[in-house]
Nanobody, 128 residues
Framework: QVQLVESGGGLVQPGGSLRLSCAAS????????IGWFRQAPGKEREGVSC????????YYSDSVEGRFTISRDNAKNTVYLQMNSLQPEDTGVYYC?????????????????????WGQGTQVTVSS
């Protein structure tokens, strides 16, 4: 059974940094996509950053490109999201999500309907 557990959220001032962690377990395939999504109050859930296990392809939304960095530690089965230069519009619940692939698949997509497994979410609040 796939399980994803997020941690690292919190309250930070504008311009500050946070690092989110997603501990993954139960993967039965070497081929998967995993990433971070966020949902702000009153808005739809959106893909923030995703990474492919096959070729390391990454995706960043336009709003976080250059400020956020996704990475993974295969030995620890953990994916990270380093968030720098945080702004109030980055506020929301951040979810880790994954999808297992049946075969080696190149490239990356980062849209919520394409991800089957979800963590419980962690709150990020950017405010002075």
């Amino acid at each position: 059974q796939v399980q994803l557990v997020e941690s690292g959220g919190g309250l930070v001032q504008p311009g500050g940094s946070l690092r989110l962690s997603c501990a993954a377990s139960g993967f039965i395939s070497d081929y998967y996509r995993i990433g971070w999504f966020r949902q702000a109050p009153g808005k739809e859930r959106e893909g923030v950053s995703c990474i492919s296990s096959t070729d390391g392809s990454t995706y960043y939304s336009d709003s976080v490109e250059g400020r956020f960095t996704i990475s993974r530690d295969n030995a620890k089965n953990t994916v990270y999201l380093q968030m720098n230069s945080l702004q109030p519009e980055d506020t929301g619940v951040y979810y880790c999500a994954a999808v297992l692939l049946r075969r080696r698949t190149y490239g990356i997509t980062c849209r919520p309907p394409g991800y089957a497994y979800w963590g419980q979410g962690t709150q990020v609040t950017v405010s002075s």
